[in-house]
């Protein structure tokens, strides 16, 4: 990001040299909070595009803008505006697996004078099924008791500044909830203790399950969460930090809450191996807005392997840090024997995926797919019209 729009660069042989830099978006004036991300679904009609998203608060005290490439990011279109009125605020940006296009948001009602009023109000949300060119017009979709009480540091979290931005996933895998989308978010609960929250929908955005709590119940504060789907399996993690030690003010631990059942059920697992307290960064050149403790956490995982990461003070000084972790994925096997298939089948693997005396039966289809090796022994017929789709690395 600079001060007039964003900046990119690409690579086309697995990061070893990148491009020049690339002027994506320029005059954008009060640039803040850019997203992007790019279709990687091989049989999407828009694969490779890239998409990216962020608010312009020069225009609009807020717009909610977008712009994409569909040459691998060497040139970008003009960009458009998603949302002109009230405010929004840290956009996230995602795809689906047939080339939908999903931007949310924080949304932010205005005071009497049309400037942003926190906390946020709900989660604003549009959608495209043509690559980009347009959206679904703004809307709340859901309502939600956010987290930023001011824009300045809040005593509740030891003197930092707070927000109360969502984070978007799509499963894309194989899944039996192929193509539905996640929004985790902050919300203050009734006596003003911040909670992670889930949603979900099935039908690209247009209604939402009720919210499902995903944090730990002990945590006196839970914040700054980010959530991903395990593309192999559909499993779901959430990535968030937590005041878990009530005796100790302000004591920090980052957790993954983690789902392989669509988001029904949840199990937590703390995953910094040492707590530190959270506080506001400092140093001698004042370069930081007073309270900030940075807006961010992350998490990427796939075949059962997640890795979050996260920034501590440990130390004394802020510094990343990456655990990664382990997990059962819902219904994953490693031999697949003795079986005729009927109907269309998807078999995943935990690591590697051994299949053998296996029939597949006329005009059905069987897709074999692991996060290591799927090697066929023994056996295997596939009948007339019938299909096999392997998918490994």
Not at 319 to 345: F, H, K, L, M
């Amino acid at each position: 990001m600079f001060g007039g729009g964003y900046l990119i660069q690409n690579s086309a042989n697995n990061g070893t040299n990148f491009s020049a830099l690339v002027a994506s978006a320029v005059n954008v004036t009060g640039f803040d909070k850019e997203m992007i991300t790019a279709d990687d679904q091989p049989n999407s009609p828009y694969v490779n595009n890239v998409y990216c998203a962020w608010t312009n608060f020069g225009a609009g005290n807020g717009n909610i803008e977008f712009n994409r490439s569909v040459d691998n990011g060497s040139t970008f279109s003009t960009p458009i505006t998603l949302k002109s009125t009230a405010t929004g605020q840290g956009t996230n940006v995602q795809t689906g697996p047939n080339g939908e296009v999903y931007v949310c948001w924080a949304d932010y009602n205005v005071d009497a004078k049309g400037n942003q009023s926190v906390p946020a109000a709900g989660l604003g949300f549009v959608s495209s099924v043509n690559g980009g060119v347009s959206f679904t017009a703004a809307q709340r979709v859901f309502t939600y008791n956010g987290t930023r009480t001011s824009f300045n540091a809040m005593s509740i979290f030891g003197n930092i500044g707070m927000n109360d931005y969502p984070s978007m996933a799509v499963d894309k895998s194989n899944s039996t909830v192929r193509g539905r989308i996640y929004v985790c978010y902050p919300e203050f609960d009734a006596n003003q203790r911040s909670i992670i929250r889930v949603r979900s929908s099935d039908n690209r955005g247009v209604t939402w399950t009720n919210p499902v709590t995903v944090s730990i119940a002990n945590a006196t504060q839970s914040f700054f969460p980010w959530i991903t789907v395990d593309q192999f399996a559909g499993d779901i993690l959430v990535a968030y930090y937590a005041f878990d030690d009530p005796g100790v003010n302000f004591s920090t631990n980052t957790y993954v809450a983690h789902s392989s059942d669509g988001g029904i059920t949840w199990e937590n697992m703390k995953i910094s191996d040492v707590a530190h307290i959270t506080a506001q960064i400092t140093n001698n050149t004042n370069i930081y807005n007073p309270g900030y403790s940075g807006d961010y956490i992350g998490i990427a995982a796939f075949g059962g392997r997640a890795f979050p990461a996260w920034m501590d003070n440990r130390n004394g000084i802020w510094q990343i840090y990456v655990s990664p972790i382990s997990y059962t994925t819902a219904g994953c096997v490693n031999d697949y024997t003795n079986q005729t298939i009927a109907a269309n089948t998807t078999v995943n693997g935990c690591t590697n995926l051994n299949v053998q005396n296996v029939t597949v039966a006329n005009n059905a289809k069987l897709t074999l797919s692991a996060p290591g090796e799927v090697t066929i022994n023994g056996s295997f017929e596939i009948q007339l019209g019938s299909q096999l789709d392997v998918k490994s690395p």
